[in-house]
């Protein structure tokens, strides 16, 4: 198909990026948990969990959009139901957030943990919808959902490992002493 093929490069890197960063993501995860503390599967529900799938969502498009297909219609089907079901995700997601002890969020949380998700998955359902008609339009909105989700998820790692060093470490050395 040879509107997917000028794609390829782009979904090489963002898809090899995706797969090393759920990879750290576990190995940062592996690295928190000898530290628990009070609540930390609420919150890691709210905000650890949504980065790897967010990571492993921009894997799955990556995948998606290399595979041999005939015509459009069945990767943009496979898109416009990671959007949808991702929307549904991002919209429980927010309900987690708002639920959960751990933490109180503050704009950048909600920013980055409900806005930007769901902004992404929505652009997904939404370009399923027009590939046919707009194939150019929807790829490049399609790739922008892509780059926002990885993006997401590379903040939301950064700011769980730096939540966790910069504030759950010092108050557990306070702590001990």
């Known amino acids: 198909m040879p509107e997917l093929a000028k794609w390829d490069n782009f979904y090489v890197i963002v898809g090899s990026a995706a797969g090393a960063l759920i990879g750290l993501q576990f190995v940062v995860l592996t690295l928190v948990?000898?530290?628990?503390?009070?609540?930390?599967?609420?919150?890691?529900?709210?905000?650890?969990?949504?980065?790897?799938?967010h990571f492993s969502?921009?894997?799955?498009?990556?995948?998606?959009?290399?595979a041999p297909w005939?015509?459009?219609?069945?990767?943009?089907?496979?898109?416009g139901a990671l959007g949808v079901v991702g929307v549904g995700y991002s919209l429980i997601v927010i309900r987690r957030v708002r639920t959960q002890s751990a933490y109180k969020p503050v704009f950048e949380d909600w920013l980055f943990h409900a806005f930007t998700p769901l902004v992404s998955y929505a652009a997904l359902a939404i370009a399923a919808f027009a590939a046919s008609s707009h194939t150019r339009e929807s790829l490049f909105c399609v790739g922008g959902a892509a780059l926002l989700l990885l993006f997401t998820g590379i903040h939301n790692a950064w700011d769980s490992v730096a939540y966790h060093v910069l504030e759950r470490l010092p108050e557990k050395h306070a702590e001990r002493q």
């Open 33 to 53: 948990a000898q530290r628990p503390s009070r609540n930390t599967a609420e919150g890691g529900y709210a905000f650890g969990s949504p980065t790897t799938v």
């Open 57 to 66: 969502s921009v894997l799955f498009l990556a995948a998606l959009l290399h």
């Open 70 to 79: 005939n015509s459009l219609s069945g990767a943009a089907c496979l898109w």
